[in-house]
């Protein structure tokens, strides 16, 4: 427990988790995430996404064949981002399960605070495909797996004060996820306070100490 899945070992050893440098979107996805952001999944055509890039709407289809297209491949770019970012924050907290924790929460927040409307994407799912659903589950499972095996491991240790792990986990991913729904970049918090304040509520709440 506590060590990466595979293929995220790699991805931990390179992913810097605490710098989110500019994400590199194709003008496709860009003009996609301002559309979506703007106007709503549902509020959306593909004939606005086509005007906002320049492109006519057969064009776009050749790069992604519908609007669910569209959100997927965002979605899918999000949460693998947060993935490699949280495996990263939990390697680097060695064997210690209060620390993995706290770095593994900052990581998670310093993304839904620095790249909150891709995070905010994530109240679309509800227009998904069941397939495409299920694809979006799988690979934000690891989100929650990586973070129910860090609480199961200080449970076990007595590092945490923990009844029931997979409902704390369920309840300390929650309270990340809302974050995009109040936090705005001209607040009065920066993304490190948020991540800070988190990390610390987290802690908290499976009865460790900061470490």
Not at 24 to 29: F, K, Q
Not at 109 to 118: D, F
Request: some cysteine; glycine content about 8%.
């Amino acid at each position: 427990m506590g060590q990466p899945a595979d293929g995220a070992a790699d991805d931990a050893e390179r992913v810097d988790w605490r710098r989110l440098e500019h994400l590199e979107l194709s003008p496709i996805l860009s003009a996609s995430l301002d559309a979506f952001h703007e106007l709503g999944f549902h509020g959306t055509t593909v004939r606005e996404v086509a005007r906002r890039v320049g492109v006519t709407v057969p064009a776009l289809y050749y790069h992604h064949d519908s609007k669910e297209g569209l959100l997927i491949a965002l979605l899918e770019l999000s949460t693998s981002d947060v993935l490699a970012r949280a495996h990263a924050a939990d390697a680097d907290g060695g064997d210690d399960p209060a620390q993995r924790l706290s770095n593994v929460v900052e990581a998670i927040v310093l993304r839904m605070t620095e790249r909150a409307r891709l995070a905010a994407l994530e109240g679309e799912v509800r227009y998904l495909s069941p397939e495409n659903r299920q694809r979006y589950r799988t690979v934000r499972k690891g989100v929650e797996d990586l973070v129910l095996g860090i609480v199961e491991d200080g449970t076990a240790t007595g590092a945490f004060d923990v009844d029931d792990p997979a409902e704390t986990t369920r309840a300390l991913l929650g309270m990340c996820q809302s974050i995009p729904r109040w936090y705005h970049a001209e607040g009065t918090l920066s993304p490190e306070e948020v991540a800070g304040k988190y990390a610390a509520i987290a802690l908290k709440t499976v009865g460790a100490t900061r470490p």
